[in-house]
Nanobody
Framework: QVRLVESGGGLVQAGGSLRLSCAASGRLFSTYAMGWFRQAPGKEREFVVAISWSGGSTMYADSVKGRFTISRSNAKDMVYLQMNSLKPEDTAVYYC?????????????????WGQGTQVTVSS
């Protein structure tokens, strides 16, 4: 069992930055691949980025490449999402998720545990 708690969301102007954090509790966090998803009002949840258990492999959605960076600290049971050059279309609730098997990482169905989400609002 893994419990995930996101933090770091807020209101920021376009072009600004935010750093989201995801704190994990439970056993064997370091064995889980981790991902960030987001869901805007009236839209389906979409994949943002994923990172392998070791941190050696990452995968980004095209819409955030070059602007967002995922990282993790297995020593601290933490995952981070650094978001730069934010755009109004990045406005959404951002969710952290954990996958015991690193299969189809962009697929939400691949993830076993989810956090409650943190709101990110980017004003124009």
């Amino acid at each position: 069992q893994v419990r995930l708690v996101e933090s770091g969301g807020g209101l920021v102007q376009a072009g600004g930055s935010l750093r989201l954090s995801c704190a994990a509790s439970g056993r064997l966090f370091s064995t889980y691949a981790m991902g960030w998803f987001r869901q805007a009002p009236g839209k389906e949840r979409e994949f943002v980025v994923a990172i392998s258990w070791s941190g050696g492999s990452t995968m980004y959605a095209d819409s955030v490449k070059g602007r967002f960076t995922i990282s993790r600290s297995n020593a601290k049971d933490m995952v981070y999402l650094q978001m730069n050059s934010l755009k109004p279309e990045d406005t959404a609730v951002y969710y952290c998720a954990a996958a015991s098997v690193a299969g189809n990482m962009p697929g939400a169905e691949n993830y076993d545990y989810w956090g409650q989400g943190t709101q990110v609002t980017v004003s124009s």
